[in-house]
């Protein structure tokens, strides 16, 4: 099994920044892709960013590139998102999820390890 702890959400006006943060424990395997994806109350999750085990393939949805930043510190199983210039379409329930391969792809299927959520809400 594989717990992921997402922790750093809360609520920031429109152009602020907030830092993500999820913790992976149990059994995670010894490479594996990471993502991150939004929930808005009604609407399908949607895929956020993306970044392989070593870190060097990252990739975004576009409606975030430029504005959002992944990363990784394989020492201490956590994957970060750095949100700025947040807008209030921002605004939804982010989840980490872990894929058993070293790199992931944008769709739900293939991540099989969920966090609980962290809440983010921008306001104008």
């Known amino acids: 099994q594989v717990q992921l702890v997402e922790s750093g959400g809360g609520s920031v006006q429109a152009g602020g920044s907030l830092r993500l943060s999820c913790a992976a424990s149990g059994r995670t395997g010894s490479a594996y892709a990471m993502g991150w994806f939004r929930q808005v109350a009604g609407k399908e999750r949607e895929f956020v960013a993306g970044?392989?085990?070593?870190?060097?393939?990252?990739y975004y949805e576009d409606s975030v590139k430029g504005r959002f930043t992944i990363s990784r510190t394989n020492a201490k199983n956590t994957v970060y998102l750095q949100m700025n210039s947040l807008k209030p379409e921002d605004t939804a329930i982010y989840y980490c999820?872990?894929?058993?391969?070293?790199?992931?792809?944008?769709?739900?299927?293939?991540?099989?390890?969920w966090g609980q959520g962290t809440q983010v809400a921008v306001s104008s």
């Open positions: 970044i392989s085990w070593s870190g060097g393939h990252t």
């Open positions: 999820a872990r894929s058993p391969g070293a790199v992931a792809g944008i769709h739900a299927f293939e991540y099989d390890y």
